[in-house]
């Protein structure tokens, strides 16, 4: 007797080959509509009540369907070569900017110098380059202006932060002057480092809380971690932030350092600049959910989406996951949506981008779009006004070139020097006061832990 096998209804091949973005009629419960973030919904009658859905606040006005694709073309000779392509509504108009719920007229103009300043610096700097006086590459955050500076802003004075390659603009925002960058990449002897990198590997851990960038990417998470551990031990709840890429992102020490923070509540602020290019490789390839931010659900804490070209929705972000830090209520991930638009240094032609998604993010400039808010929407600055500040930025930038350039190059006998701790160099201790510990006995039970992490 033969028996016949029942076909399946699924449509999902063995392979595992399904939609990228799950569709309201999947019976995935990743996302439901309304749901509070990082707390379960009440099921529905007909659902599963064992299943529980989540949401991610998005704070976008404009939720771009772009889809990169890759293609492979013969040349005459018959040798295959790869490109990508990009498909949707490329044409779509420019959303305006949100309103913030904190910044007032002042604060938004010092934001939008700030990032004039920013992108300014990073002309400067490509100018240097290409006249032989950058010792190394250099690094460009075209396009995420309103992310670095508006982000910085919203820490307060005893906030630490640790930026990354991008994020030039929130050293300005924390007191480093463009003379400062500019030297550093020119190996100057008065650059932080006194000449030693060339790159932006420095901090200021007694001024400013900075904490120096890290080139394997996603070390910084666990570090600014423990910065935030530390200060609770001596008594204080402080905000730390870091940032990271897209690609970053995907790094196992990421997952740890975000994991820590949130199984110890710590006061981590982590931005992940989702700028669709993990150097070469676009956001299609290299993770399957939708949005980054939904990694949060994962690690039980709050995630949120904003757009990264908006410095209001970055800031109000920040702002409020600064506060979270500061009531001891734990970490927030916020996934800031952009482009990259150049490649990942100078070096990279980014001739992999399609040149039609250029196009649409350059309708989408920070800067543009905030100049465009304070000109002509609130009307907080005249056309004549605005043109003089950016006269003032322009001028101070080439003031600090010309810093820049002039300071000398180290000495060749200085490069024994600050490599070691030398008698008397300096004395470390708590930055905010001793650790409080319990009166009592000095011993610890055999089962006891030396420190109680909680």
Same mark, same amino acid.
């Given at each position: 007797?033969?028996?016949?096998?029942?076909?399946?209804?699924?449509?999902?091949?063995?392979?595992?080959?399904?939609?990228?973005?799950?569709?309201?009629?999947?019976?995935?419960?990743?996302?439901?509509?309304?749901? /509070?973030?990082?707390?379960?919904?009440?099921?529905?009658?007909?659902?599963?009540?064992?299943?529980?859905?989540?949401?991610?606040?998005?704070? /976008?006005?404009?939720?771009?369907?772009?889809?990169?694709?890759?293609?492979?073309?013969?040349?005459?000779?018959?040798?295959?070569?790869?490109?990508?392509?990009?498909?949707?509504?490329?044409?779509?108009?420019?959303?305006?900017?949100?309103?913030?719920?904190?910044?007032?007229?002042?604060?938004?103009?010092?934001?939008?110098?700030?990032?004039?300043?920013?992108?300014?610096?990073?002309?400067?700097?490509?100018?240097?380059? @290409?006249?032989?006086?950058?010792?190394?590459?250099?690094?460009?955050?075209?396009?995420?202006?309103?992310?670095?500076?508006?982000?910085?802003?919203?820490?307060?004075?005893?906030?630490?932060?640790?930026?990354?390659?991008?994020?030039?603009?929130?050293?300005?925002?924390?007191?480093?002057?463009?003379?400062?960058?500019?030297?550093?990449?020119?190996?100057?002897?008065?650059?932080?480092?006194?000449?030693?990198?060339?790159?932006?590997?420095?901090?200021?851990?007694?001024?400013?809380?900075?904490?120096?960038?890290?080139?394997?990417?996603?070390?910084?998470?666990?570090?600014?971690?423990?910065?935030?551990?530390?200060? +609770?031990?001596?008594?204080?709840?402080?905000?730390?932030?870091?940032?990271?890429?897209?690609?970053?992102?995907?790094?196992?020490?990421?997952?740890?350092?975000?994991?820590?923070?949130?199984?110890?509540?710590?006061?981590?602020?982590?931005?992940?600049?989702?700028?669709?290019?993990?150097?070469?490789?676009?956001?299609?390839?290299?993770?399957?959910?939708?949005?980054?931010?939904?990694?949060?659900?994962?690690?039980?804490?709050?995630?949120?989406?904003?757009?990264?070209?908006?410095?209001?929705?970055?800031?109000?972000?920040?702002?409020?996951?600064?506060?979270?830090?500061? +009531?001891?209520?734990?970490?927030?991930?916020?996934?800031?949506?952009?482009?990259?638009? @150049?490649?990942?240094?100078?070096?990279?032609?980014?001739?992999?981008?399609?040149?039609?998604?250029?196009?649409?993010?350059?309708?989408?400039?920070?800067?543009?779009?905030?100049?465009?808010?304070?000109?002509?929407?609130?009307?907080?600055?005249?056309?004549?006004?605005?043109?003089?500040?950016?006269?003032?930025?322009?001028?101070?930038?080439?003031?600090?070139?010309?810093?820049?350039?002039?300071?000398?190059?180290?000495?060749?006998?200085?490069?024994?020097?600050?490599?070691?701790?030398?008698?008397?160099?300096?004395?470390?201790?708590?930055?905010?006061?001793?650790?409080?510990? @319990?009166?009592?006995?000095?011993?610890?039970?055999?089962?006891?832990?030396?420190?109680?992490?909680?």
């Amino acid at each position: 007797m033969t028996i016949k096998k029942k076909k399946s209804k699924s449509k999902i091949s063995s392979n595992g080959k399904r939609p990228r973005n799950w569709t309201s009629q999947s019976k995935s419960p990743l996302l439901a509509k309304g749901a /509070r973030n990082g707390a379960p919904r009440s099921p529905s009658k007909t659902a599963d009540a064992s299943l529980r859905t989540y949401s991610i606040p998005d704070t /976008r006005l404009e939720h771009p369907e772009l889809s990169v694709s890759q293609r492979i073309e013969k040349d005459k000779d018959g040798t295959e070569h790869v490109r990508y392509e990009v498909t949707g509504n490329l044409n779509a108009p420019v959303p305006p900017i949100r309103d913030s719920k904190y910044l007032d007229k002042k604060q938004c103009i010092e934001i939008y110098r700030y990032m004039l300043l920013n992108r300014k610096m990073e002309v400067a700097l490509e100018n240097l380059y @290409k006249q032989g006086k950058v010792v190394g590459g250099v690094y460009f955050g075209l396009g995420q202006e309103a992310c670095s500076c508006a982000s910085a802003y919203a820490l307060d004075k005893d906030d630490w932060f640790a930026p990354m390659i991008r994020n030039q603009g929130s050293l300005l925002v924390r007191g480093f002057r463009a003379s400062d960058t500019m030297m550093q990449y020119m190996a100057k002897a008065d650059s932080p480092t006194r000449g030693r990198d060339g790159t932006s590997h420095f901090g200021d851990i007694e001024k400013r809380n900075m904490v120096s960038p890290i080139s394997m990417l996603g070390d910084l998470i666990p570090v600014l971690s423990g910065v935030a551990l530390g200060a +609770r031990l001596q008594g204080r709840n402080v905000a730390v932030m870091t940032y990271i890429g897209d690609g970053g992102q995907s790094t196992g020490v990421t997952y740890e350092g975000i994991n820590f923070a949130a199984v110890q509540n710590l006061g981590l602020v982590l931005f992940v600049e989702s700028n669709l290019w993990a150097y070469s490789t676009p956001s299609e390839m290299q993770y399957r959910c939708k949005d980054l931010a939904e990694r949060a659900i994962g690690y039980g804490i709050p995630g949120v989406i904003v757009d990264g070209t908006d410095a209001c929705q970055v800031y109000d972000a920040a702002r409020d996951a600064v506060e979270r830090a500061h +009531r001891g209520e734990g970490p927030t991930l916020i996934e800031a949506k952009m482009m990259r638009m @150049k490649g990942h240094a100078i070096h990279d032609a980014a001739a992999y981008v399609p040149k039609p998604m250029f196009d649409f993010w350059k309708k989408r400039d920070p800067i543009a779009r905030l100049e465009n808010y304070l000109v002509k929407e609130k009307k907080w600055l005249t056309a004549k006004e605005n043109a003089e500040l950016i006269s003032e930025v322009e001028r101070v930038i080439e003031a600090e070139r010309e810093i820049a350039v002039n300071s000398p190059m180290p000495t060749p006998e200085s490069a024994a020097g600050g490599v070691f701790c030398e008698e008397g160099c300096h004395e470390i201790k708590p930055k905010y006061g001793m650790p409080k510990v @319990k009166k009592g006995t000095s011993r610890f039970k055999e089962t006891e832990a030396a420190v109680h992490l909680k």
